[in-house]
């Protein structure tokens, strides 16, 4: 969960964009995060000049600024607010450059969840205050060494400020969620902090090899060395065969009485890398179910609507070539049959179009769009489904609930159709302040529910998935009970205000 207190600045001109974020936050958030959002560049800046802001959300393409002069700008006038940089797929290198250039991270728009934005935010959070903190306890240190080259009469009281300050920065560094400790050249670690030595055990003045690596050699090619060298920071991604944990370590040189030491942080990302893996695999299965669909819609215009488009041209030919020739009234015959045929690629576009968006949910409503869609099925296919509605009417809807509930119901007629065998759906559809609650319950042939669950994510099933997917994006709970021979019952219940559901009231549907 984000800390209450840290106020969200969101940079992005694409409304869709920050409505989905926003969505995102406030369900992971329990609905209680403070999020500002803004379109222009210039706007953002000018309010992070009015302070109270704990962390940025940038994209990088604005109306006022593009690329990675965007993150440069932000940061150079306010290095002190953490930013997470926001990124299409193409500008995916772009995001990766603003890291380097000092953004606490980047999240690639589309391929981002509730889960990871949250936990992007909260790491880039925790990490700037260790960077702060860190670099505050450097400075303490760098001006506590300075009063040790003071005259010698102040030597002593320079020495116990220095060593006051010591004390003070291990406090600091003893508080923080990273694992620090310092060392010198000889490896030999001289101090850990407290989440040091929860993760790898008590030092006991042990070189870093041994204690973080199990070895009994410096490594090769180690940054540590480089760093004491240079004096230039270190930072790489490490994965310890100790815990399998993956960080994201910085060597800092590090100045002291005697010698020049190295500060090492090492922050554990290793949850960051797993969500990055979920993602691309999301993101896999929504191209491959794009595909699927487009297959479809192409198959069906060339079975369908193509090959009646053709025989209705040849038949228009022939008439053409051969109506003076015909009586009036064979003419006209062959019209109506030429209309007959016309009639069939009509409404085959038309029933794409409805499927891609069904115009009955934008002018009837939602409760009235579910019922004519009932009615289709039955009439199709048999099935007796008995549509009970309440309250509904009266709530105030945003398309985009609206849109996802008519598409849940949908999938789960799809669900009995093909797989449950079943005669008779039930659907309740209940508005009652504070939640949504939808019922499906049909008397169909049952499954057993942990079983097929496994089954749906072994083969990429997407049926039961899509409709827990949609679910989870309005904030919502499903569950599912059903046992073989004994039917099915999923139960939703979504949050719903009285104010609506988050969007501007022309945009409503009931």
């Not at 860190?134 to 060494?145: E, G, I, M, P, V």
Request: proline share 4%; glycine share 8%.
């Amino acid at each position: 969960m984000i800390d209450q207190t840290a106020k969200i600045l969101l940079v992005e001109d694409n409304s869709g964009d920050a409505y989905l974020i926003r969505g995102m936050l406030a369900r992971e958030g329990s609905g209680k995060v403070d999020l500002e959002w803004v379109t222009r560049l210039a706007d953002g800046l000018e309010r992070l000049g009015r302070g109270g802001i704990g962390i940025v959300l940038l994209d990088l393409g604005l109306p006022d600024s593009q690329g990675l002069d965007t993150f440069i700008q932000a940061a150079s006038q306010y290095p002190q607010v953490p930013i997470v940089v926001l990124t299409g797929l193409a500008d995916e290198s772009v995001g990766v450059s603003a890291v380097r250039q000092g953004a606490q991270d980047y999240l690639v728009k589309g391929e981002v969840d509730g889960k990871s934005l949250l936990r992007a935010i909260r790491y880039a959070t925790e990490r700037k205050r260790a960077e702060e903190a860190l670099r505050q306890a450097y400075d303490k240190l760098a001006q506590a060494n300075w009063q040790l080259n003071l005259e010698v009469e102040e030597r002593r009281h320079a020495q116990e400020a220095a060593e006051y300050g010591r004390q003070n920065l291990f406090a600091v560094l003893n508080t923080l969620p990273a694992f620090v400790h310092l060392k010198g050249s000889d490896f030999t670690i001289q101090f850990a902090n407290r989440r040091m030595k929860e993760i790898f055990g008590e030092p006991e003045h042990r070189p870093c090899y041994e204690v973080l690596r199990d070895r009994r050699e410096p490594c090769e090619h180690c940054p540590v060395l480089e760093v004491l060298k240079t004096r230039t920071p270190q930072k790489f991604e490490w994965t310890s065969s100790l815990n399998n944990r993956t960080y994201e370590v910085y060597h800092y040189p590090f100045p002291s009485e005697d010698d020049l030491l190295v500060l090492t942080l090492g922050i554990d990302i290793t949850e960051r890398k797993e969500a990055e893996k979920s993602i691309r695999h999301l993101t896999h299965e929504l191209m491959r179910a794009q595909e699927q669909e487009k297959q479809k819609i192409s198959l069906e215009l060339h079975d369908t609507v193509a090959q009646e488009l053709a025989a209705l041209k040849i038949g228009l030919e022939n008439l053409r070539d051969n109506a003076r020739a015909m009586p009036g009234e064979k003419v006209s015959s062959q019209a109506t049959d030429l209309l007959a045929i016309l009639q069939h690629p009509v409404n085959s576009i038309r029933s794409l179009s409805y499927n891609l968006r069904p115009p009955d949910l934008e002018h009837l409503g939602l409760v009235q769009a579910i019922r004519m869609h009932c009615e289709e099925v039955a009439a199709r296919t048999g099935l007796h489904i008995d549509v009970n509605a309440a309250g509904v009417e009266a709530a105030r809807l945003d398309y985009e609930a609206a849109i996802n509930l008519y598409r849940i119901v949908q999938e789960g007629l799809a669900n009995a159709r093909r797989h449950s065998g079943a005669k008779i759906v039930s659907i309740r559809l209940v508005a009652s302040h504070p939640k949504i609650i939808l019922r499906l319950e049909d008397d169909g042939r049952g499954f057993d529910v942990a079983g097929q669950a496994a089954l749906n994510q072994q083969h990429r099933r997407m049926g039961l998935l899509g409709m827990k997917e949609r679910v989870a994006f309005l904030g919502g709970e499903m569950r599912i009970e059903s046992q073989p021979n004994k039917g099915t019952k999923i139960n939703i219940e979504i949050p719903w205000s009285r104010e609506g559901h988050g969007v501007k009231e022309k945009d409503s549907y009931n």
